[in-house]
């Protein structure tokens, strides 16, 4: 993962399928693999990504070749390795949870645990508080030390996310918005707070956002309409575009970090406003979205919500 060989990572993804995760049955080796040892490979098909505008093949038809990958084959190859990493992540969660659980003989009609032993209940106060500062300290979810080898990392999904913002060939704006969702989706249901995404994940995906405004493509319309029935045209690829979709996804990013409690610097609200001044149509509209940005940036000021006010920087924008 540390090499800069563009075969490197091919040689990592190698050791991982066909050495670490085939059972030893059908001739792997004796260890499993953990979430660092997805990462680290992860980190190798990365590593290679430095702004080129190549674009490959579909994912299904990749191989080894010889010639370098282009950033785009190697984050897709990277989002394959993620597949794989919350596969393992799933199972063994599933496993923790029965390694934890309590056998369901012990429990009632309404599916409550009964003690083994109702006689013996004369426990002193000192007891009962040295049993909850114990229970707090190494049963609860959200007080848990993170574990790189068993806790996916919020910083594995952000080097997707910096690679998608360095990735000059296309328009990746849906991209990120569903990698957010992905993170969160993932972090809820395996109540696991190392993984939701963090202040530089929200401001990676601003820059990708921004990028794309200039854009007249159905990425992001693709994005919106994906629990509709509306389909987009190949014929009229713009005909469901919405020049206002970009400054919609950037607002909808800044919402996600108000809900979570996080501050928003003057340095996230410029980039939603960037956004805004990147759009090549409907001007007007743009224009109209971006005073409210800096309004509701005023008002977010005024009752304690964020630390900076605008300043004419902003205004300008």
């Known amino acids: 993962a540390s090499r800069y060989d563009p075969y490197s990572a091919i040689r990592a993804e190698k050791i991982l399928l066909e050495r670490m995760e085939r059972p030893l049955s059908e001739g792997g080796d004796a260890v499993e693999p953990d979430a660092l040892s997805y990462s680290l490979v992860i980190h190798a098909w990365l590593r290679g990504c430095r702004g080129n505008t190549g674009h490959g093949p579909p994912p299904s038809s990749y191989r080894p070749r010889k010639r370098n990958f282009t950033d785009e084959e190697r984050i897709y190859k990277a989002i394959e390795i993620v597949d794989r990493l919350e596969a393992w992540a799933r199972e063994a969660h599933a496993h923790r949870m029965v390694g934890n659980g309590r056998s369901d003989s012990n429990q009632n009609s309404h599916g409550d645990y009964l003690e083994e032993d109702d006689d013996d209940d004369d426990y002193s106060e000192d007891d009962l508080v040295d049993t909850k500062q114990s229970f707090s300290r190494s049963s609860s979810y959200t007080f848990r030390q993170h574990n790189k080898a068993r806790d996916l990392d919020v910083e594995v999904y952000n080097s997707i996310l910096v690679a998608f913002s360095r990735e000059q060939g296309g328009d990746h704006a849906a991209s990120v918005m569903k990698l957010l969702d992905r993170m969160e989706r993932i972090a809820d249901e395996l ?5 939701r995404p963090n202040q530089r994940s929200y401001n990676v995906a601003l820059d990708v956002i921004a990028k794309s405004a200039m854009i007249a493509n159905t990425s992001l319309a693709g994005y919106y ?4 029935k509306e389909t987009i045209s190949k014929k009229r690829p713009g005909h469901h575009f919405n020049p206002l979709y970009a400054g ?10 108000l809900a979570r409690d996080f501050r928003p610097d003057a340095y996230t609200f410029a980039s939603v406003l960037n956004t805004y001044q990147r759009i090549p149509n409907g001007k ?10 800096v309004r509701g940036m005023e008002s977010l000021h005024l009752h304690g919500k964020i630390d900076q006010p605008p300043d004419v920087f902003h205004y300008t924008m």
């Open 191 to 195: 109540d696991m707070p190392s993984v």
């Open 248 to 257: 919609r996804a950037a607002e909808s990013i800044l919402s996600r970090m």
């Open 225 to 228: 309409y994906k629990d509709k």
């Open 284 to 293: 007007l509209d743009a224009a109209l979205a971006a005073d409210a940005v």
